[in-house]
């Protein structure tokens, strides 16, 4: 397969092949994710009234602390016995180690998000309001929006100093924004909309997705070069 | 005070600041003007601010604090916009200036930043009753201050000189993102901080005052720019510079 699009599904494969392979370490993710949801209905008591109110907010934090997690290790494969370096040799356009990496982050992240659902909904008790397809289209384009600039960060970070530090100080900022949309989009599905403001909030999530996307596609190839 | 005064000062100030730019000459003495510039308009800006201009309908005396918050924040975001152009450069042509520049900037935008948000905030307490709401003006303020403190953390976190660049550039290309949304917030939202004014709107008084200080707030951003620029320059020349046995003139 050539071409950019080709080239992106390979390394998508690719990645999709070694966490098939490492499944281990998607259960360490999933258990995390599980985990941090728990915690939050912990150190918040046993107000069921807040915690269905608040229950968007709680599923996006756990899932953007466990993309800490994917997104970081998406990276440290690769820098194991210089994997980059081959990838880079072989070689392999930047944008499509770009395009495939933020696709398989974006998989992983939706995916989580899936299995993640379930537990909110018996967590929190909340009711999913507005239908299934519409909350599922919200975590894919919420997922899309966390994985751009979170695969350019974390290739930044992975080979800085302290990256544990530093990929969460980088990218958390930049996301408030599209967490908020996601978010709030979130809390319309299990609320109602009777306003009908989810559409404004889902356009501003999407030009988030669409700008770090373009960015990302863009910038990618300096951030590997020469290093 | 003929209301044009700060218009013309503000003209003689971006005609040096391109002479600097352009000029070698003139660098070495042109900050010694900007500083001077500053100093005599920061002379007279306290009376003009809070006597000559008239006070506010609504909020009275305490609105005069826009005289000091308003261009504060502008020069924020002129400083944060030089970062982006010189991101924008360094990435097209590799050029240890446009890096120390974008370090500059960032650092003087960030100060600048953070001190009009506090003042923002110091108004916010008379007038809105608190110091800090979680309006999207305010929202977007206080993530800019935070993500531009993430990029000079990981300036601080990359040893090789060109791969921060690089890498800083990347980040900053990216963080810029948030500066339209920033400008913009007040009318997508229409929430508690208030929209632009302009000119038409206001009286020419208030106006002339706010001119002066943004252009008083130009000269200060300049010094500070200028100075910070040398110091990330040389330690730039610093960190590439050859071994000394390697360095021309050496045994």
């Known amino acids: 397969m050539s071409g950019l699009l080709g080239q992106s599904l390979l390394v998508l494969r690719k990645d999709l092949l070694i966490e098939w392979r490492t499944r281990a370490r998607l259960n360490a993710l999933i258990f995390f994710a599980i985990a941090t949801l728990l915690l939050f209905s912990f150190a918040l008591g046993p107000d069921t009234v807040m915690m269905r109110k608040h229950a968007a907010g709680y599923l996006w934090l756990g899932l953007l602390f466990s993309s800490m997690l994917s997104l970081g ?3 440290r494969i690769e820098s194991e016995n210089l994997a980059m370096d081959g990838l880079k040799l072989i070689p392999v356009d930047p944008r499509a180690i770009f395009l495939g990496k933020t696709m398989g982050n974006t998989l992983l992240l939706w995916l989580l998000s899936l299995v993640l659902l379930p537990v909110t909904i018996a967590l929190f008790d909340v009711t999913v309001t507005l239908g299934w397809p519409t909350l599922v289209g919200i975590f894919l384009v919420g997922s899309m929006a966390i994985s751009a600039p979170g695969t350019v960060y974390a290739a930044i970070a992975s080979h800085a100093r302290a990256r544990d530090v530093l990929l969460p100080l980088l990218l958390f900022p930049i996301l408030i924004p599209a967490l908020l949309a996601v978010v709030k989009a979130t809390h319309l599905v299990f609320e109602g909309d009777l306003m009908d403001q989810l559409k404004s909030w889902m356009r501003l999530l999407g030009c988030f997705a669409i700008i770090y996307w373009t960015l990302g596609f863009l910038l990618f190839p300096k951030v590997l070069e020469d290093d | 005070m003929p209301l044009i005064t700060p218009l013309l000062i503000l003209v003689g100030v971006v005609g040096l600041l391109l002479a600097h730019a352009f000029v070698p000459s003139v660098r070495r003495w042109s900050w010694k003007a900007f500083l001077g510039i500053a100093v005599v308009m920061f002379l007279v800006q306290p009376y003009l601010a809070l006597s000559w201009a008239p006070p ?5 005396e305490v609105q005069r604090i826009m005289y000091m918050h308003v261009p504060q924040v502008w020069m924020a975001l002129l400083a944060l916009t030089l970062n982006f152009c010189c991101s924008v ?9 446009t890096d120390a520049l974008a370090e500059a900037s960032a650092e003087v935008g960030v100060y600048f930043g953070a001190v009009g948000v506090t003042l923002g905030a110091i108004w916010a307490k008379p ?10 003006r305010l929202t977007t303020a206080a993530i800019m201050i935070v993500i531009y403190m993430g990029y000079l953390t990981l300036r601080r976190f990359v040893e090789d000189p060109e791969k ?5 550039s990347v980040m900053g290309i990216i963080s810029y993102v948030d500066l339209p ?8 939202w229409n929430s508690l901080h ?5 000119p038409k709107t206001v009286d020419p008084d208030m106006t002339m005052v706010l001119r002066w200080s943004a252009t008083m707030f130009l000269c200060l951003l300049s010094v500070f720019i200028i100075h910070r620029f040398r110091v990330a320059y040389a330690a730039r020349q610093a960190e590439v510079a050859p071994p000394e046995a390697l360095a021309p003139g050496a045994a």
């Open chain 2, 127 to 136: 007038t809105w009753g608190v110091y800090w709401d979680w309006d999207p």
């Open chain 2, 164 to 168: 921060r660049a690089t890498w800083s």
């Open chain 1, 73 to 75: 290790e998406s990276f």
């Open chain 2, 56 to 60: 506010e309908r609504e909020m009275g």
């Open chain 2, 181 to 188: 949304v920033l400008w913009f917030s007040v009318k997508w």
């Open chain 2, 194 to 198: 208030q929209v632009q004014s302009s």
């Open chain 2, 89 to 97: 450069a360094f990435l097209l042509k590799k050029s240890w200036v």
